[in-house]
């Protein structure tokens, strides 16, 4: 009997083993809707990418806005620290300061979907890419903070430049980080911004990029947890290369464990372009035929 036993536990496994293979071969084979990569392009696994972000201070998740791959994922991120009995706090680009009373009263339950979108400037995609992580951040009652400028400072910004904001009132240097704000035209990003501006509005431009960067730097350090990282979901220009939100992190806590997740589309699963490797701890490919939101 012991031997038959013995015999059924082999076939078992050995069934076990070649229905991984042909899972692996027909993966292989199929469509792939993303591929993660290291900062060197190496290949990676999610569980590498959840890992790191269990030790990080401050996860930047860099995106393409339209990307419902990339907006998937950040969920699943969330989900998956959760699942490893970790409370990060989230923020995000697409939610302006100004706005944080209704997000609270939103993540309270104490206003309706229809009320959030009647009193806070939410983006035209907000509820098909953003509203889930919302919903999530209310379902587990974890933080959420709008972190980025109100945008017409931004606006502002350009029109006047950084040093203009100190005309501002009390109440809107509120929702603004610290005056004067540091500003390094030499670094690549606001360098690449003045050129792809041909020169129109001079440094004002990439001033108006600056002070969006700054804002959520801001709003990150203010609310960083103890024993949880803050998990930012951002446009990936705003956090690649360590530059924008990193910087400004790092002028304000030079200690920081900063994770930067950089976003890129391409038709190749298999291999990273060469120009985005190195841009963040982990570069997310995802298709670039894959459908957008918008």
Request: with cysteine; aromatic share 10%; net charge negative.
């Amino acid at each position: 009997m012991k031997y038959i036993l013995s015999i059924c536990a082999l076939l078992f496994a050995l069934d076990g083993v070649a229905q991984a293979r042909a899972l692996s071969k027909a993966l292989a084979n199929s469509p792939r809707a993303y591929a993660l990569f290291d900062k060197v392009g190496k290949p990676v696994a999610w569980p590498d990418l959840v890992e790191a972000a269990r030790e990080a201070d401050v996860v930047l998740f860099g995106e393409y806005h339209d990307d419902p791959i990339m907006h998937w994922l950040q969920a699943e991120l969330i989900r998956d620290l959760l699942a490893a009995d970790i409370r990060p706090a989230l923020g995000a680009e697409m939610l302006e300061a100004d706005d944080q009373l209704v997000v609270d009263e939103f993540l309270a339950g104490w206003v309706s979907d229809d009320k959030l979108k009647a009193a806070a400037n939410l983006w035209s995609n907000h509820f098909t890419d953003y509203h889930p992580l919302l919903e999530l951040a209310k379902a587990h009652e974890l933080p959420f903070i709008a972190t980025n400028v109100p945008r017409r400072y931004a606006s502002y910004v350009y029109q006047h430049g950084l040093a203009s904001l100190q005309e501002l009132s009390e109440e809107a240097k509120a929702f603004l980080p610290p005056l004067p704000v540091p500003f390094d035209i030499t670094l690549p990003g606001y360098d690449a911004m003045l050129a792809m501006g041909g020169g129109h509005g001079g440094e004002t431009l990439p001033m108006a990029q600056a002070i969006k960067d700054a804002t959520m730097a801001h709003f990150i350090l203010s609310n960083l947890p103890k024993e949880a990282p803050f998990v930012h979901f951002n446009g990936a220009y705003h956090s690649q290369d360590g530059e924008g939100v990193g910087w400004y992190l790092h002028q304000g806590r030079s200690d920081l464990n900063i994770l930067t997740i950089h976003a890129h589309m391409q038709s190749d699963m298999a291999a990273p372009d060469e120009s985005e490797v190195g841009r963040g701890d982990f570069l997310l490919v995802t298709h670039e035929r894959m459908t957008r939101t918008h």
